[in-house]
């Protein structure tokens, strides 16, 4: 069965000879078009005259289009009809697309972008928290509030307490493909998109309404993505969109791609973050109640700003039970980019304020931190009582009584009112939000992680060490992450799969989820493959086409192969079931005795090969093509109550990372990390693990390196590779051992795997964590380390450690 | 030649060893040269400034990025892109290390860091891990963290040593 | 996207006349200057190319010199100080990437007088004489502040001569983007005394550390240079580093190459 075996990537064949074409590498008709967007040079104001002719003039250029010659809805928000695609009247960012070049090339529609004069009347920008929050500058009426317990009372009495406050960066995506879309206009104004996109549903709905067609009028491919962390999932709807307008207004093919700077200037980025704790704890460290507030600056439109801010408090307890919790949230509108999707989604950020909490009271009591960690740690699989969270209502009590506006599968969608949450409410062993926490690992794990790596005798050799060396200090910390599974917006925990089976044997397997190098067209292929029991060689893997499987969810929160693996794994048994009762009936046997296993079937006491199956079925009409479908089971969730069962489960990971430091000049290194990592009853763990360490490393860049800064006139002033740092191979830790738990996973999902795209981002938080002890070692003092942890900033906290 | 210059330049050029004459661009990058009028869609253009290395080429030996060279300045010079290389087998067993250690994964830097990984390899040797890393830490990858890539190049530094084919490997290219 | 035409003279003298076009501009690896012309920071008419002059090229020892002809790559330089200049070499093998190396020269490094360029720094610690197509000009007197130089309209470097100290280490601290310094230190000692050449750090660029030569020359320790401090006023602050920052890595990068060059 291939399902479980350490296959390569299905196109690493043709990434390896550069034969893999993505989307600027389609050949496109000779009179193909190109596109750019002249930018808003000020964050905030009002746009007072335009003048274009330079524009329209200069070499190449074909048409020059403002937001008054959209012909339809100029609209390109996932979420709240905020975000325009071209400016009208007002500027929100420095970076804003105002208006849109189409010309003969690339170079000349951006070097006529740059001779456009727009006046601005420009306001003071909202940058800052502080500034947003005096302006009461924000999405939603006030801030979410979700408690558990009495969390004055319990900080009252809680023998010790402490408060603190850390501050953490956004991320650039910086996928090594930038945005790029191609639009071929067809007959009878129908428009085919392929796009570099996470969610192409989603772009065939914002170029239909941008269209004035319905969705069946346009068709959207992607065969991949040169990576996409998030930054993909709504950030590519504006090249689509101007692609598909322009294609419509010219006739002929457009493409566009933005330069890596337009990319870092004009596309959201992972939400910065301020979480402010108020913890009282006692002496044995355990954690008796904690007020949280997070904040986020979420820039100038909704875009999917809710539903990240909501999982930032989803993984406000990470893996911890917390008896009394308060957590505040508040959603920021700032004048800057729109903060997007990033791997992780919030809970990178809510679970670095909870981790920081634990390290804070370790220090405060002179106790290891592992050892706190455990001790708050929730209770393992075994000692819940019952089995996991009731089932809701088959189906909703209320139903919305009005078409939903515009888009109803994007994650920044509203959720109607689902009165089915209270149901799943548990007792015991409950996170914040109320969920039973039925398939905790991380006792077991870490145990194992922590003797595999020799964790406390390395952490005594490091203090002996510390205490030898006065220049450099080493550092070591372990960090876990529990991690919930789902959707948060229930409705979009569902797939859709085709598949055909030719008459020669092979197969044919769409889905809707995307590839952007994770491996998920080969893990949904080796299910295809374990299904039919033949070779993955006979099962031909193809682009993701709207038009093959429609009304897709984007390909996010780690869902990719959860999903879609159902959903191809249902209708292959279709298939599978009728060749079954085929030859059943023709051998005189009953249809569960039909085996399929080694490219061969036997039935009755005869064995033949798939393919002579197959054709005995074609023979005897049947059809060999079926759709397949899956949603996932047991999910409610109220996110205004915060209360409610919104994960199917929770995949678990744990790190411990050692570094060292230079104390005069804050550098720093990664010098070892392990890793033990949980991805279920793994589909392909040679796939599995380089999504766990590349997770780590890209977590780790976010904390340490990767640093985003605005000036105060709100200019993004790390807009180019040459001041923005992610992690190089020299950056990668000199000794790096990653595992996989490799346990079924308790929840009935394909073939027992648990999903394995983000979690593991949130293991790079154990190389903050070490620096943060790295600093500890020169001094008696809390180093409150913030993050990014540049080298300037760590020589602060050295400073800040002495006391 | 003040005021009324052509823009355009006539090159010679050899690409995967067959001679090219083109009129370029002055300003055409090689790497936009080699992808829009040659097809050569191998190389990616990414960053844009020299950083990334998705643009990694082989001009008259050595690596180089094609975004930080016109194509006017490649006139004369012997030019080899992913695909000639992969024709010429001069990487071939680099690049079933690559697939065989799942040293990839959304693919967007491997040819530039295969053209790379494969200019430290016809240095000859076996490059310690160390080497290696610094050898590569112009080419970024967003994906893997780059522990299976050092693991490809290692073993292939290995494999060549032991079959002493360490030289022959470069000149197949060069 | 640049509207420019490209000359690739094949001598000195050719370049010269080409530089004589309005408007012209020397091109040499490339690797500085053509990001610029995308950013379009620099806006040329005609690009004269450097990389075909043969006599430009190649590396020459004399007694107690080091002449490096200015369309000599990094990479090349870095090949040729193996073990016989440990600081020069450390310079040169640690700009950019192999691939930059590879492209990248040291006139074009030199005439640039980026302020976060490496070479300056050994052009100062090293008493350099800057050669060009006109002239001899010391490097005390060739580096004028940030992007600035003695070169007037149309003058290119030629070639550079280091005098070869007895032992000399260069440290840089890198801003993680770009693997410029965000400080870099050169510190060579020569018979005659030692000279710090200090880059990365100045909005005027390049600068010699005066107290630490001094401190230096009669005591070549790191302790030598303990009770010294750097100012920062006039020392660059950015989302890099703080001027104060820059200040506190120079003097320990100092100290570093005075301890690794003993």
């Not at chain 1, 101007?242 to 939400?271: F, L, Q, S």
């Not at chain 1, 989803?314 to 004048?335: E, F, G, M, P, Q």
């Not at chain 1, 763990?685 to 490393?697: S, T």
């Not at chain 2, 030996?61 to 010079?77: F, K, P």
């Amino acid at each position: 069965m291939s399902v479980g075996k350490p296959l390569p990537h299905d196109a690493a064949h043709l990434h390896v000879t550069g034969a893999a074409r993505y989307v600027d590498d389609i050949p496109a008709p000779a009179n193909a078009l190109s596109l750019a967007f002249g930018l808003s040079h000020v964050a905030a104001g009002t746009i007072t005259a335009m003048d274009l002719s330079a524009v329209r003039a200069a070499p190449g250029v074909v048409a020059v289009l403002t937001a008054e010659d959209l012909p339809f809805d100029n609209d390109v928000s996932p979420s709240n009809h905020d975000e325009p695609l071209l400016a009208t009247g007002e500027v929100h960012y420095m970076g804003q697309p105002v208006f849109m070049v189409v010309a003969d090339s690339h170079l000349n529609a951006r070097k006529a972008a740059r001779l456009g004069r727009v006046e601005i009347d420009p306001r003071g920008p909202i940058l800052s928290i502080e500034s947003a929050m005096e302006a009461d500058s924000r999405f939603e009426d006030g801030p979410r509030i979700w408690t558990k317990g009495d969390v004055g009372q319990a900080l009252q009495d809680a023998p010790r307490r402490l408060q603190g406050r850390i501050e953490m960066g956004g991320q650039e995506h910086f996928y090594l493909e930038g945005h790029a879309a191609l639009a071929l206009p067809q007959e009878g104004g129908d428009m085919v998109v392929h796009s570099s996109t996470q969610h192409p549903t989603e772009i065939q709905h914002k170029v239909a309404e941008a269209l004035g067609v319905p969705m069946n009028a346009v068709r959207v491919e992607v065969r991949r993505m040169g990576g996409g962390f998030g930054g993909k999932e709504s950030q590519g709807n504006a090249l689509a969109v101007a692609c598909a307008v322009a294609a419509r207004a010219t006739g002929r093919p457009c493409r566009m791609r933005y330069d890596r700077d337009d990319d870092m200037v004009i596309t959201g980025k992972r939400h910065d973050f301020r979480i402010d704790y108020d913890v009282g704890y006692d002496d044995t460290g355990r954690v008796l109640a904690v007020d949280f507030t997070q904040m986020t600056r979420c820039g100038w439109a909704m875009d999917l700003s809710l539903p990240v801010a909501d999982r930032a408090m989803l993984h406000a307890d990470n893996a911890y039970l917390l008896d009394a919790v308060r957590i505040t949230s508040h959603r920021l509108k700032t004048n800057t980019q729109s903060a997007t999707a990033y791997r992780g989604f919030g809970g990178p950020q809510g679970v670095l304020g909870i981790e920081r909490v634990m390290d804070e009271v370790a220090h405060a009591l002179g106790m290891d931190a592992a050892d706190v960690r455990r001790r708050n740690y929730y209770r393992a699989m075994g000692d819940v009582a019952g089995g996991p969270a009731p089932r809701p209502a088959d189906s909703p009590r209320s139903f919305p009584t009005e078409m939903k506006e515009g888009d109803i599968a994007s994650r920044g969608s509203q959720a109607f009112d689902d009165d089915r949450a209270e149901v799943g409410v548990a007792s015991e062993n409950t996170t914040p939000y109320g969920m039973k926490v039925a398939d905790f690992i991380l006792h077991e794990m870490t145990d194992a992680l922590l003797e595999r790596c020799d964790y406390f005798a390395r952490r005594d050799a490091i203090a002996q060490w510390n205490a030898e060396n006065g220049l450099l200090k080493r550092g070591i910390a372990f960090s876990p992450v529990k991690f919930g599974i789902s959707f948060t917006l229930t409705h979009l925990n569902q797939a859709g799969a085709l598949v055909h089976v030719y008459q020669d044997g092979s197969v044919h397997m769409n889905h809707g989820g995307t590839e952007m190098g994770q491996g998920l067209f080969q893990k949904v292929a080796q299910v295809a493959a374990s299904r039919f029991g033949i070779g993955v060689d006979r099962v031909k893997i193809t682009a993701t086409d709207t038009g093959k499987v429609p009304n897709t969810s984007a390909t996010a929160a780690s869902s990719g192969s959860d999903l879609n693996g159902m959903a191809v794994q249902a209708a292959c048994d279709t298939i599978r079931d009728r060749i079954a009762a085929c030859l059943a009936e023709l051998h005189q046997c009953s249809a569960e005795d039909v085996r399929f296993a080694d490219g061969r079937v036997r039935v009755g006491g005869e064995d033949m090969s798939f393919t002579r199956a197959v054709q005995t079925a074609y023979e005897n009409r049947v059809s060999l093509s079926a759709t397949g479908f899956y949603k996932t089971p047991d999910l409610a969730w109220d996110r205004i109550k915060g209360q409610g069962r919104p994960f199917f489960y929770f995949a678990q990971g744990a790190a411990v990372t050692e570094v060292v430091i230079d104390t005069l000049t804050g550098e720093n290194r990664i010098l070892r990390t392990d890793i033990l990592h949980d991805a279920g009853a793994s589909l392909n763990p040679g796939l599995d693990i380089g999504q766990v360490e590349g997770g780590y490393v890209q977590g780790a860049g976010w904390l340490t390196t990767e640093e985003l800064v605005w000036d105060d006139k709100g200019r993004l002033t790390t807009h180019a590779p040459s001041t923005y740092k992610i992690p190089a191979c020299s950056d990668r830790p000199g000794v790096f051992n990653v595992d996989l738990w490799d346990q079924p996973n308790p929840a009935q999902t394909v073939y027992r795997s648990k999903a394995v795209g983000e979690p593991p981002f949130m293991l790079g938080i154990s190389a903050h964590l070490a620096l943060s002890d790295a600093c500890a070692a020169c001094g008696p003092a809390y180093p409150d380390l913030q993050a990014p942890a540049t080298a300037e900033e760590v020589l602060r906290a050295v400073t800040r450690a002495r006391g | 030649m003040t005021g009324e210059f052509s823009e355009k330049v006539d090159i010679e050029v050899t690409v995967n060893g067959e001679p090219v004459e083109a009129r370029v661009p002055a300003g055409r990058h090689l790497v936009d040269f080699l992808r829009l009028d040659l097809g050569l869609t191998g190389a990616h253009a990414s960053c844009e400034h020299g950083v990334c290395g998705a643009c990694t080429l082989r001009v008259d030996g050595e690596a180089v990025r094609g975004c930080l060279m016109l194509a006017a300045q490649a006139d004369g010079a012997d030019v080899w892109t992913i695909e000639g290389l992969t024709d010429q087998g001069a990487c071939t067993d680099l690049q079933r290390a690559f697939v065989a250690r799942n040293a990839l994964q959304c693919g967007f830097c491997t040819p530039g860091m295969i053209v790379a990984a494969n200019d430290l390899l016809n240095r000859g040797g076996i490059p310690t891990r160390a080497q290696i890393r610094e050898h590569l830490s112009g080419n970024y990858c967003r994906c893997t963290g780059y522990e299976a890539i050092v693991d490809a190049v290692e073993s292939v530094a290995r494999a060549r040593a032991q079959d002493g084919k360490g030289a022959r490997a470069g000149e197949g290219a060069a | 996207m640049y509207n420019f035409d490209i000359t690739r003279p094949t001598t000195v003298d050719e370049a010269v006349a080409a530089l004589s076009a309005d408007e012209a501009q020397p091109l040499s690896g490339g690797q500085t200057l053509i990001p610029t012309l995308k950013q379009r920071l620099a806006m040329p008419s005609v690009l004269v190319s450097l990389t075909a002059i043969d006599e430009m090229k190649g590396i020459t020892e004399g007694p107690g010199t080091l002449k490096v002809g200015g369309g000599t790559t990094h990479g090349d330089v870095a090949q040729a100080t193996k073990g016989s200049f440990a600081g020069l070499h450390t310079l040169a093998s640690k700009i950019g990437d192999p691939a930059v190396r590879a492209r990248g020269t040291i006139g074009g490094s030199v005439a640039n007088n980026d302020p976060a360029a490496c070479y300056p720094s050994a052009c100062m610690a090293c008493a350099a004489t800057i050669h060009t197509n006109t002239r001899d000009i010391a490097a005390d007197d060739f580096f004028q502040g940030m992007f600035t130089t003695a070169l007037d309209e149309g003058e290119i470097v030629t070639a550079v001569t280091l005098k070869v100290p007895e032992k000399s280490s260069y440290q840089k601290f890198e801003q993680p983007a770009s693997r410029f310094p965000l400080v870099g230190v050169f510190v060579a000692k020569h018979a005659d005394g030692v000279r710090v050449g200090v880059t990365g750090a100045s909005n005027n660029g390049v600068f010699r550390w005066a107290e630490a030569e001094e401190a230096l020359s009669s005591n070549f320790s790191p302790d030598a240079i303990e009770g010294l401090s750097v100012s920062a006023e006039d020392l660059m602050g950015d989302l890099h580093g703080s001027p104060e920052y820059r200040a506190h890595l120079i003097k320990v990068m100092t100290k570093r190459g005075v301890a690794d060059a003993s």
